[in-house]
């Protein structure tokens, strides 16, 4: 009898731990992945680079604090060499279309001058121009970055790689 009653708790222990592992490998299903947004086209806001004779990461900087400023979520900054990038995740702009719109700098040192794009793009792309127009308006505020334009037609500097480059 003794040995009954030693053995008894031994095997709700044993009992216990058995249902434990059954319970916890039970069936998992893994959870479907959200679909992802459709790709946003990046529109610029302006139509030539703009120059400033601030320094890089005053740019790169100034865009950051206008990007939050504005609302986005998840600004990134980051540079590489001379060239340096701030993205913005969504900010939930128009109310109405429920659009969310995406924003993100690039800028370049050359020389004295730093060059500089900023960009925005709406998901889903139902756009509205003039949102787009007034989220660019209201980023430049923001930003505040003194510009000096000194040429009033397109030339090779609107077509560079680095526009188009994400890291």
């Not at 009954?4 to 059954?22: E, F, K």
């Not at 400033?52 to 540079?79: I, K, Q």
């Not at 690039?106 to 500089?116: I, K, Y």
């Not at 003039?130 to 923001?142: K, V, Y």
């Amino acid at each position: 009898m003794i040995a009954d009653i030693s053995r008894r708790p031994m095997r709700s222990v044993t009992a216990a731990m058995l249902l434990g592992v059954v319970l916890s490998s039970g069936c998992r299903h893994r959870a479907t992945p959200a679909p992802a947004p459709a790709p946003a086209k990046w529109e610029y806001c302006w139509w030539t680079v703009l120059v400033t004779t601030l320094p890089l990461d005053s740019v790169a900087t100034r865009f950051e604090r206008a990007f939050l400023a504005t609302g986005h979520t998840g600004v990134n900054r980051m540079r590489i060499a001379d060239t340096a990038w701030t993205l913005a995740g969504l900010a939930p702009i128009d109310s109405v279309t429920r659009a969310t719109y995406s924003a993100r700098a690039v800028a370049f040192r050359q020389g004295d001058t730093t060059r500089f794009r900023y960009y925005v793009a709406v998901s889903p792309p139902t756009d509205s121009a003039a949102n787009r127009i007034a989220l660019c308006g209201t980023i430049a505020r923001a930003a505040a970055i003194p510009t000096m334009t000194y040429r009033r037609d397109p030339n090779a500097d609107d077509s560079l790689a680095v526009w188009n480059r994400v890291p």
